[in-house]
């Protein structure tokens, strides 16, 4: 048996960032709230979203009618053409089974997809209940689709408390052929998961066997933040067990009740970014779009040397039938994330393609929907455009609350800073690690306005002897302004390690810059269908 590649740490994906409306877009929205229905929560709805961990948090600040559609995650029609007759048409309005759910699946966000799939056969019980030292770890229902297979871990420890997190087993679950060969590849539930459950969605790669093996070799937990009664302070502590599993999944059911559909529809943008869609999968409970991405040469030399980490294509989807109009990606009013989304940077390193893969929630887009035309409204990427400005800490005012002292401008960005502090910041884990002091860090705050998207820069602050501090953004975004530009009306950017001892002036750079690039002009009528065989 051939070992596995363990690349797990490079598929978790870049963050999303939404706006929120304009006045227009809110007055349409409410139009659509009459006659408006949906379907109980009962289980707790199922399309609220976490923010992925980012330096920037979303604040709303919209009507309360918006709040419910665009926070709580339901999704409605959007009317493109004046005199339209044909109805609303809301994806989550079709009705489910009414079938108990596991309580587990429910805090997972799983709570519709094992509905989908239990009927169709297609939720597997491994009944794996493994306890050594007092650690217990658990997998009860597995669901199973020729898309995805998603595993959930329940682990609690001695005293029956739930463990958050397996770290660093990530990359120590795999799904094999008979031959040990792998079949899948580690992708991303965009929805949260409880603390004591971890997640694990598996994408199955284009040929699939009848039968495939989950093999799990989970032997290290590391257990934060662990209080010691005796000690008193807080403490990491690693514990070593041994949850060792094996099930297997027959998938011949899975791989008829899937239609796929390849496709060879390729364009290049301006700036040299080729996209390549390759394939349409419909199962029960989401449907999948795979693309490869790849920069020609010119392009390949602008970039970050980590541009796949933050790489995102934005995109809308229609579907004239119903009027329906979906949005993904960036940060526009209303967008949206697929709810499984692979990432796959392996084949980069070889010269090939990134490989992105986009699993739409039926609560979004009805599975059975016909003619969906996808639409490219832009991409991201990192690009290396190094620009510093100076800044003078004696030149904040104190004498007004508002003044500005440092301007940065990049781009069609704009950064002002009016305050600064110095502040105990708890280390970063996004930050490499650097000799800087530990204790406080300056940060200085401000406002911006941002036309590029913005998780993908990397900040850097020299100081009069050349020493180099790691900077990190934090901010709190709001709504567009009339120029399309996002707002970040309390923002912060930490120096950290920079304190008083080392001077008032330094140079703050922003070397790369996440662009959003929208000169782009390219559809696609996705592959249809006849029938679809979990409906017969």
């Not at 306890?131 to 217990?136: I, L, P, R, S």
């Not at 070593?240 to 297997?248: E, G, I, K, L």
């Not at 901010?475 to 009339?482: E, R």
Request: aromatic share 10%; hydrophobic share 35%.
């Amino acid at each position: 048996m051939r070992p596995i590649p363990n690349d797990e740490d490079q598929l978790w994906e870049q963050h999303i960032f939404r706006e929120e409306p304009d006045a227009d877009f809110t007055l349409e929205v409410m139009r659509k709230l009459e006659g408006l229905s949906m379907e109980s929560a009962e289980d707790g709805d199922p399309f609220t979203k976490k923010a992925s961990k980012s330096h920037w948090m979303r604040r709303i600040g919209v009507v309360a009618a918006a709040i419910v559609i665009l926070a709580g995650g339901t999704w409605f029609a959007f009317d493109h053409t004046a005199n339209s007759t044909q109805p609303t048409v809301n994806a989550v309005n079709q009705r489910l089974p009414d079938i108990p759910v596991p309580e587990e699946l429910k805090y997972s966000y799983l709570a519709d997809d094992y509905k989908r799939l239990k009927p169709l056969g297609l939720v597997v019980n491994p009944d794996i209940n493994i306890e050594d030292q007092g650690y217990t770890l658990k997998i009860e229902d597995v669901l199973v689709n020729r898309s995805q297979i998603v595993i959930t871990l329940q682990q609690t420890a001695p005293d029956g408390t739930g463990i958050t997190v397996l770290y660093p087993e990530m990359g120590k679950i795999h799904v094999t052929d008979e031959k040990g060969r792998e079949v899948a590849t580690i992708a991303r539930d965009t929805r949260i998961s409880s603390a004591s459950l971890n997640k694990f969605v598996f994408q199955l790669q284009q040929d699939i066997p009848d039968k495939v093996i989950v093999r799990g070799e989970l032997g290290h937990l590391r257990i934060g933040d662990f209080y010691d009664f005796v000690k008193e302070p807080y403490e990491d502590r690693d514990v070593t067990v041994d949850w060792s599993f094996q099930f297997n999944i027959d998938m011949t059911k899975a791989k008829s009740l899937a239609v796929e559909s390849p496709m060879e529809n390729t364009y290049s943008t301006p700036e040299g970014l080729k996209i390549d869609l390759t394939q349409l999968v419909r199962t029960p409970n989401g449907t999948r779009l795979d693309m490869d991405v790849m920069l020609d040469d010119q392009l390949q030399a602008k970039v970050d040397e980590n541009w796949a980490n933050y790489m995102s294509i934005i995109y809308h989807l229609e579907i004239p039938e119903t009027n329906e109009y979906r949005i993904f990606n960036g940060f526009r009013p209303d967008a949206r994330e697929a709810k499984f989304r692979l990432h796959d940077e392996s084949g980069i390193r070889d010269g090939g393609p990134l490989k992105l893969s986009e699993t739409w929630d039926p609560a979004f887009v009805t599975v059975d929907a016909k003619n969906i035309r996808f639409v490219l409204d832009g991409y991201t990427l990192p690009v290396k455009e190094e620009k510093s400005v100076e800044v003078d800490l004696d030149k904040r005012r104190t004498d007004t609350a508002f003044h500005t002292f440092v301007t940065f401008e990049q781009l069609g960005d704009k950064i002002q800073f009016d305050d600064f502090d110095y502040k105990p910041v708890p280390e970063s884990s996004n930050l490499q690690k650097s000799n800087v002091n530990k204790e406080y860090s300056l940060v200085l705050n401000g406002t911006g306005t941002f036309r590029n998207a913005f998780h993908g820069d990397r900040w850097i602050a020299v100081d009069s002897q050349g020493a180099e501090y790691p900077v990190e953004v934090v901010g709190y975004p709001d709504q567009p302004n009339n120029n399309g530009e996002y707002v970040a009306d309390k923002l912060k950017l930490i120096i950290r390690g920079f304190y008083k001892e080392n001077g008032r002036k330094f140079t703050l750079k922003r070397e790369v810059v996440d662009r959003e690039y929208r000169d782009v002009n390219w559809e696609v009528d996705l592959p249809s269908y006849t029938s679809l065989p979990w409906q017969k």
